[in-house]
């Protein structure tokens, strides 16, 4: 009887063992499903990463570049006023002359401007590859920043949000740039980086 009995827990042992089996390997492919359908959605988001981020070099490149060049020419053969020592950082307000923000008002700089604060959202909230979009066009963005600085001034004297993700970007990247050339003269461009970036 202890023979028949321990063959019948042998075989016991067996059926329990190869019910657990079938679980076990539907538990395993299930796990390698889950980690290949991630990597998936990884790579899916990484792709969409890069075509937005191209999307939006390219809306750089249309918007506010054009603009930011021209603008720029007007600064540096003096038609447009800039001021010379920008006031600390973008917390405070050194006023503009009315009749200089109606010359630059007519130049559309606010049109540029909020194509700049659009392209700063997404790249903050993670809409474009950060690091794309601050190689191809990060050194001209932080220079078109402090080309328009007193109008971003200007326009957050009444409220702090205006242009919020433009200085947030700004700031982000500045340091990385040391070659950023501004149409001012390099002890007032030194200024500006140490006042801004605080």
Known sequence: MDFGKSIYEFFKDIQVFAATIPPTIAVVFAYQQLKQ???ADINKDRKVAVDNSINYV???????????????????DGHIKTIDIPSIGFKNFDPVKIEDLEVKEKTEVYKSLNEVDIIAAAVLHGQVDKDICKDLFGTLYCEA????????????KENKQ????????YKEWRSAFANVQSPVNQATENSLLNKISK
Request: aromatic share 16%.
């Open 37 to 39: 359908m991630k990597l």
């Open 58 to 76: 390219d809306r750089f490149s249309k918007t506010v570049l054009p603009h930011y060049q021209e603008y720029k020419a007007l600064v540096k």
């Open 145 to 156: 920043v402090e080309v328009y600085y007193d109008l971003i001034c200007y326009a957050r």
């Open 162 to 169: 205006h242009f919020k993700m433009t200085v947030e970007l």
